[in-house]
Nanobody
Framework: QVQLVESGGGLVQPGGSLRLSCVAS????????MGWHRQAPGKQRELVAM???????TNADSVKGRFTISRDNAKNTVYLQMNDLKPEDTAIYYC???????????????WGQGTQVTVSS
């Protein structure tokens, strides 16, 4: 099994910045895509940003130019640098990862427990 643990959430004023981190641990043979989703109160969960194992990235239109996803494959860690935060960015942010526990294991899709980000003055 693979565990994902997020950190770095909190309360920040509009225009401020936060950096989220997510570390994958457990029985890991290979990690593929890693990303961030978020869910605001009363809204559906949505993709924020995604990083492929080859280095490609995708950002939601709502965060382009403000959020940057990066990863450290040696540490099985993915980051989300969030700048110029807005009240509408308030949500629980979840880390996701596609990972294989062994060479002949199927790829599993894993979620972290989430970290709260609140943007308010």
């Amino acid at each position: 099994q693979v565990q994902l643990v997020e950190s770095g959430g909190g309360l920040v004023q509009p225009g401020g910045s936060l950096r989220l981190s997510c570390v994958a641990s457990g029985k890991i043979f290979k990690i593929g895509d890693m990303g961030w989703h978020r869910q605001a109160p009363g809204k559906q969960r949505e993709l924020v940003a995604m990083s492929t194992s080859s280095g490609g990235t995708t950002n939601a239109d709502s965060v382009k130019g403000r959020f940057t996803i990066s990863r450290d494959n040696a540490k099985n860690t993915v980051y989300l640098q969030m700048n110029d935060l807005k009240p509408e960015d308030t949500a629980i942010y979840y880390c996701t990862a596609d990972a294989r526990a062994g060479l002949f294991h199927d790829v599993g899709h894993y979620w972290g427990q989430g970290t709260q980000v609140t943007v308010s003055s």
